[in-house]
């Protein structure tokens, strides 16, 4: 059975989240994330729904910590579901990146942005 990972990321960082998104595709996982254009002209409620539903359906949670990540309420609100719902969470510091980590997030395990390390840690 296929295994749902979903990625929280700060949308400036798009870009490793797609190169993400191509490494578990290709470990047989099945990413899934909530897009800016998901989110665009949602209310609050309605992209707190969002988030809740994909969330529901995950069984692990990756944060990319970039330059912005910690001020974004998005993603604090994505930590504190996770943790919530009891899914297996980590979080990467992304490469030339000096971003804070959120608060909520301070005590999970962190990984390296490597493929290898990534997928050993989902399958450990």
């Given at each position: 059975?296929?295994?749902?990972?979903?990625?929280?990321?700060?949308?400036?960082?798009?870009?490793?989240?797609?190169?993400?998104?191509?490494?578990?595709?290709?470990?047989?996982?099945?990413?899934?994330?909530?897009?800016?254009?998901?989110?665009?002209?949602?209310?609050?409620?309605?992209?707190?729904?969002k988030?809740?539903?994909?969330?529901?359906?995950?069984?692990?949670?990756?944060f990319?910590?970039?330059?912005?990540?910690?001020?974004s309420?998005?993603?604090?609100?994505?930590?504190?579901?996770?943790?919530?719902?009891?899914?297996?969470?980590?979080?990467?510091?992304?490469?030339?990146?000096?971003?804070?980590?959120?608060?909520?997030?301070?005590?999970?395990?962190?990984?390296?942005?490597?493929?290898d390390?990534?997928?050993?840690?989902?399958?450990?």
């Amino acid at each position: 059975m296929t295994k749902n990972v979903f990625i929280s990321y700060h949308f400036s960082n798009r870009d490793r989240q797609g190169q993400l998104e191509f490494w578990l595709l290709e470990a047989g996982y099945k990413p899934d994330a909530v897009y800016e254009k998901d989110l665009n002209g949602e209310s609050e409620q309605a992209g707190k729904r969002k988030l809740q539903e994909k969330l529901d359906k995950a069984e692990y949670v990756i944060f990319l910590v970039g330059q912005d990540a910690h001020n974004s309420p998005w993603i604090r609100f994505e930590v504190s579901e996770a943790r919530k719902r009891g899914l297996q969470v980590f979080w990467i510091q992304l490469p030339n990146t000096s971003g804070a980590v959120p608060p909520e997030a301070r005590n999970l395990r962190q990984l390296r942005y490597e493929k290898d390390e990534i997928i050993w840690a989902l399958r450990h």
